[in-house]
């Protein structure tokens, strides 16, 4: 009986968070109201409010969760979140694997494209989201940062603006990529994107 009750709380809460994203995409953050989760999950606003305190720790978990899991982020006390795949990506230092790490990345951008887009948009209204999406692109940036000095790539000041100068590109191409007309089919825009990143950090 334990096991069935804690089976259908998992269900409510997943129900709310897939209803919340699929709102926040057709109507918007800001005019996405809790009632509305909470219809659309066939649930109540009073349910909604036994999963999450708010609509922002609804979008907080969505981020969390749901990017950290297409990227295979896991916790990490230093960083808040860790990809140890790019960490030894950066590492290792090939061109073969920074090409196959941006490859396997390109697969999740269907998936973490709109719960970007959604943060940075929820952002500009809710102050406790300001910093949101930006502190995970900072612990991308550390995951290249620990990479590097791992490696004894580069002076050690150096290794930081690297990463920055990594994800803010991988970050605007996965952004845009379908929308932007930069005359490169998908293959050669990920060769680009790979190679751009083999120059930056080896």
């Known amino acids: 009986m334990a096991n069935l009750r804690a089976a ?7 129900l709310l968070m897939e209803s919340g994203l699929d709102l926040f995409r057709t109507k918007g953050y800001a005019a996405t109201t809790i009632d509305d989760i909470a219809t659309a999950a066939g649930t109540t606003r009073v349910t909604f409010y036994a999963y999450f305190p708010t609509r922002s720790d609804l979008l907080k978990a969505l981020i969390a969760e749901q990017l950290n899991d297409s990227l295979q982020r896991t916790a990490s006390a230093e960083h808040g979140s860790t990809a140890l795949g790019l960490v030894a990506t950066v590492t290792e230092g090939t061109p073969e694997a920074i090409h196959a790490w941006i490859r396997q990345t390109a697969e999740s951008w269907p998936v973490i494209r709109p719960l970007i ?6 952002a500009a209204i809710d ?3 300001a ?13 290249i940062e620990d990479g590097l000095a791992a490696a004894d790539r ?26 932007a007309d930069w005359k490169l089919d998908r293959e050669q825009l990920l060769q680009e994107l790979g190679d751009s990143w083999v120059r930056q950090l080896t």
Do not use: C, N
């Open 8 to 14: 259908q709380k998992q269900m409510t809460r997943r």
């Open 117 to 122: 887009r959604i943060g940075r948009d929820a």
């Open 127 to 129: 102050p406790e989201l």
């Open 131 to 143: 910093d949101l999406v930006e502190r995970w692109l900072e612990e991308a940036i550390s995951d």
């Open 154 to 179: 580069f002076a050690p000041h150096q290794r930081r603006f690297r990463g920055v100068l990594a994800m803010a590109e991988l970050d605007y191409v996965a952004q845009h990529w379908e929308r």
